[in-house]
């Protein structure tokens, strides 16, 4: 079948979940499909076979991100007649998606990784752009052919936002991990580079800078962390400069109080950031809202705990107990979701025996349950049942 796969992100310039998906997907189904993968040009961006680069037309500054990725996606529906089928990834390419529906009559299939409902705080970033993402999103999911939700609770909350969804379209495919380039590795020369102490246990965080990422309630939560820790924050990409002026003023705050606070605020290469989470006590993921999180399962992969907040598709990659520790996330009490972070993190460092249990349980159940050729399977049969006569 000749599949598009419609992007935002792509490699060389992947920043977050959804791109990493994308960039693993495609490797994948390339055996199985005749694959072109149409993505949003940067800036040093390279050429690459069976890669076509999209950018928006001239526009005046004030036109706002949502015009710019409309008139993106208005690029990719025109080099899509010769596709059996398009899959569109987030809502910078779903209108794409649902456009090529309409102009070539093929099945549109959309992989839901956010939710803009759930995400209100967009609007600092996008303004009135954000009334126009969530039309476009809302347009794409409830008419498209098949929905693919990346875990059970992306599932259900697609079906309570958009409740003209019909449930028989929605299909659960996980996010993946690649296990041969996420495992343990001995090298260290990262935690050199960042000035990491490696006789000291560390705490490590890698997301953007973003309210969904719960960055202001792991700084505040640090205050409580044990002094014999460290805690090393890969964290860039704010959505907003109110964002980045708040995270900036709890960092400086928790130095003021303690040592050991490590902030990485460029993109790492990826063998260096495994080479982190590999040597890290425990990986923390506090967000307080996260379809699944494919951090984590990095994390896993690489033997590592993980403290992670017990929301959206989270628990069905984290197992309390078992892979990790989930703590409780309330919006209307942030503080008791703060001092449970503390204290999950510091059980951990004063235990790495349980720590480095949890680890291997966790790389057990990434090299089971989520490598991307078993993903990439059930994507294609979706894509046989939408292309499937009736």
Same mark, same amino acid.
């Given at each position: ?6 992007? %935002? ?14 960039? *693993?997907? =495609? ?14 040009d ?51 390419? +779903?209108? +794409?998606?649902?456009? =090529?529906?309409?102009?070539? #009559? &093929? ?6 990784? @956010?939710l ?11 303004? #009135? ?26 599932? !259900? ?16 495919v996980?996010?993946? &991990? ?6 343990? @590795?001995? $090298? ?5 580079? !960042?000035?990491?102490?490696?006789? %000291?246990?560390y705490?490590?965080?890698? #997301? ?5 990422? #719960? ?6 939560? !640090?205050?409580?962390? $044990? ?16 964002? $980045?002026?708040? *995270? ?16 990485i ?6 063998? $260096?950031?495994?080479?982190?989470? @590999?040597?890290?006590?425990? *990986?923390?993921?506090?967000s ?5 999180? &494919?951090v984590?399962?990095? +994390? ?13 598709? &989270?628990?069905?990659v ?13 919006p ?10 503390a204290? !999950?993190?510091?059980?951990?460092v +004063?235990?790495?025996?349980?720590a ?10 990434a ?16 894509? =046989? ?6």
């Amino acid at each position: 079948m000749r599949v598009g796969l419609l992007t %935002r992100e792509y490699p060389p310039h992947v920043y977050g979940g959804a791109g990493v998906h994308v960039e *693993f997907l =495609a490797r994948e189904l390339r055996a199985l499909t005749d694959l072109v993968v149409h993505a949003w040009d940067a800036p040093g961006t390279d050429a690459r076979p069976g890669v076509v680069r999209h950018r928006a037309a001239p526009l005046p500054e004030a036109a706002g991100e949502a015009l710019r990725a409309f008139s993106t996606g208005l690029g990719m529906t025109a080099a899509l007649a010769d596709r059996d089928l398009v899959h569109s990834h987030t809502w910078y390419t +779903a209108l +794409a998606g649902r456009l =090529a529906q309409l102009q070539y #009559g &093929i099945p549109h299939v959309l992989t839901a990784h @956010s939710l803009e409902p759930l995400r209100p705080w967009k609007a600092e970033q996008l303004g #009135g752009g954000y009334a126009l993402s969530s039309w476009a999103e809302r347009t794409a999911v409830e008419t498209a052919d098949a929905v693919i939700a990346v875990s059970h609770g992306m599932r !259900a909350d697609l079906l309570g936002c958009y409740p003209n969804l019909d449930p028989e379209r929605v299909h659960v495919v996980h996010n993946g &991990i690649d296990t041969d380039l996420y495992r343990a @590795s001995p $090298d260290a020369g990262a935690l050199d580079r !960042a000035g990491v102490d490696p006789d %000291r246990p560390y705490v490590l965080f890698v #997301g953007r800078v973003t309210r969904q990422k #719960g960055v202001p309630h792991l700084l505040r939560a !640090a205050r409580s962390l $044990d002094p014999a820790a460290q805690l090393v924050l890969c964290a860039g990409a704010p959505d907003t400069p109110e964002l $980045d002026a708040e *995270f900036r003023a709890l960092v400086a705050e928790l130095r003021e109080a303690r040592d050991g606070v490590h902030w990485i605020p460029e993109p790492l290469p990826r063998p $260096d950031v495994v080479q982190l989470l @590999s040597h890290a006590r425990a *990986f923390v993921c506090p967000s307080v809202y996260e379809p699944l999180g &494919i951090v984590n399962l990095e +994390a896993m992969a690489c033997g590592t705990a993980v403290v992670a907040s017990a929301v959206g598709g &989270i628990p069905e990659v984290v197992r309390d107990g078992e892979t990790g520790l989930l703590v409780p996330y309330d919006p209307q009490d942030t503080a008791a979701f703060e001092q449970g972070l503390a204290r !999950a993190l510091n059980s951990l460092v +004063a235990d790495p025996r349980t720590a480095a249990a949890m680890g291997e349980a966790g790389r057990g159940v990434a090299v089971r349950d989520f490598g991307w050729d078993r993903i990439a399977r059930r994507t294609t049969e979706v894509y =046989a049942h939408v292309l499937a006569p009736t």
